[in-house]
Every structure is written in structure tokens, then in C-alpha cells.
T-cell receptor
Framework: EPEVTQTPSHQVTQMGQEVILRCVPISNHLYFYWYRQILGQKVEFLVSFYNNEISEKSEIFDDQFSVERPDGSNFTLKIRSTKLEDSAMYFC??????????FGPGTRLTVT | AQTVTQSQPEMSVQEAETVTLSCTYDTSESDYYLFWYKQPPSRQMILVIRQEAYKQQNATENRFSVNFQKAAKSFSLKISDSQLGDAAMYFCAYRSAQETSGSRLTFGEGTQLTVNP
């Protein structure tokens, strides 16, 4: 069964550094998402992406964040200058039409 | 804005018994989807079940079923014949059916389910 994959599984970075989190959505899916989950808290929406542009973003998704689909298969989330409060699990998700979003296994980001 | 509330931070059940997890939501929309996701210790988000708001019939997937009460804005998950592998955090989630309203999932706070042998 096709799956959403994410790399790396765990990323440790120093405050102020740039990080890029990578996702490979399911191949025939059209809508792509990033969510984050701070430890012990609920999952929060960051951004959705469709037809090569951002379709919606939350108040969390400020100028420090950007997304890209560079090559038709990968979907990346970049954080330009990480802060301690960016430490969280980041989930990529994708969907094909009207129904459910399928989530990847997540990338645990630790900012020190 | 839509909100989703899970009022039970923790629940426990004996193996082979039945447990119900509660979820309420608030929306002004008439057409939407509701989901239950399971998050085991690995933290992978796994879809359990989906309900379309326009359907009166409650969704069922094997041992998992929902009680969808649209007027009450309630969406509970019933797990029958609970198994040790059901132990996880369960999240209720809402999504608008209108693409112009965005297609983000709005999650509740989660309910940690423990299954006792």
C-alpha cells in the first residue's frame, strides 16, 4: 500500500540554523499539508499546498516558514532560523480528492 | 472558526470490553467530514474512521464505529472487543467539505486510551 514518507526521522539543530524537512507524498495525491505537534499537545495545521501554490496557511506559518515542491515528487518544509519553540513533531500529509488525509511517520525536530 | 473538543484526556478499558471516546465540535457549516485518528507511541497518525456529515448512517470499520449526532454536534468513537494494540492516543478531527474554506484538519486535544489485560 502506498505511503507518505518523511526524512529525516529525527533532526537536531542549533537555534538560528535553517532546517529542511522532506516529504514524499503518495504519488497520485494532489493536496499536500504540513502539521506540527508539540510534545503532549494536539496536532496543529501549518499549511496546505495545491497546484504548486499555498492554498491556506495558519497563523503559525509566518515568514520563517516556507514550502516547496521542487521536483514533482518531494514536498519540503523549510524553517529559516529555528527557535527553541519550533521543537516539535512535524507531519506531512497528502490526499487525492475529497476524503481523508494520509499522514507520514513524522520528523522529530529538536532545537537546542 | 471550527473547534473540536475531547473532554476525556484519559480513558481505560479491559481487554475484550467496549469503550466509547467522546468528541464534540462547533461549526456553522452544514457540510463537512469528521475523522478519528489513532496515534500509537510511534507517533504515526493512523486513520481509524471517517464520517460524512450528509450521511445519516453511522460509519463502521470492523470493531470501530461512530455515533454521529449532527444536531448535537457530537461524534463519539466506540471500540468493541478492545485489544492491547488499541492502546494509543485518539484524536477527533474536523474538515470542511468546502474547498474554498480550506481543507485543513482541525484536531481535538486527544484522549489517551489504555487497554488493561
Amino acid at each position: 500500500e502506498p505511503e507518505v514518507t518523511q526524512t529525516p526521522s529525527h533532526q537536531v539543530t542549533q537555534m538560528g540554523q535553517e532546517v529542511i524537512l522532506r516529504c514524499v507524498p503518495i504519488s497520485n495525491h494532489l493536496y499536500f499539508y504540513w502539521y506540527r505537534q508539540i510534545l503532549g499537545q494536539k496536532v496543529e495545521f501549518l499549511v496546505s499546498f495545491y497546484n504548486n501554490e499555498i492554498s491556506e496557511k495558519s497563523e503559525i506559518f509566518d515568514d520563517q516558514f516556507s514550502v516547496e515542491r521542487p521536483d514533482g515528487s518531494n514536498f519540503t518544509l523549510k524553517i529559516r532560523s529555528t527557535k527553541l519553540e519550533d521543537s516539535a513533531m512535524y507531519f506531512c500529509a497528502s490526499r487525492v480528492q475529497i476524503y481523508e488525509q494520509y499522514f507520514g511517520p513524522g520528523t522529530r525536530l529538536t532545537v537546542t | 472558526a471550527q473547534t473540536v473538543t475531547q473532554s476525556q484526556p484519559e480513558m481505560s478499558v479491559q481487554e475484550a470490553e467496549t469503550v466509547t471516546l467522546s468528541c464534540t465540535y462547533d461549526t456553522s457549516e452544514s457540510d463537512y467530514y469528521l475523522f478519528w485518528y489513532k496515534q500509537p507511541p510511534s507517533r504515526q497518525m493512523i486513520l481509524v474512521i471517517r464520517q460524512e456529515a450528509y450521511k445519516q448512517q453511522n460509519a463502521t470499520e470492523n470493531r470501530f464505529s461512530v455515533n454521529f449526532q449532527k444536531a448535537a454536534k457530537s461524534f463519539s468513537l466506540k471500540i468493541s472487543d478492545s485489544q492491547l494494540g488499541d492502546a494509543a492516543m485518539y484524536f477527533c478531527a474536523y474538515r470542511s467539505a468546502q474547498e474554498t474554506s480550506g481543507s485543513r484538519l482541525t484536531f481535538g486535544e486527544g484522549t489517551q486510551l489504555t487497554v488493561n489485560p
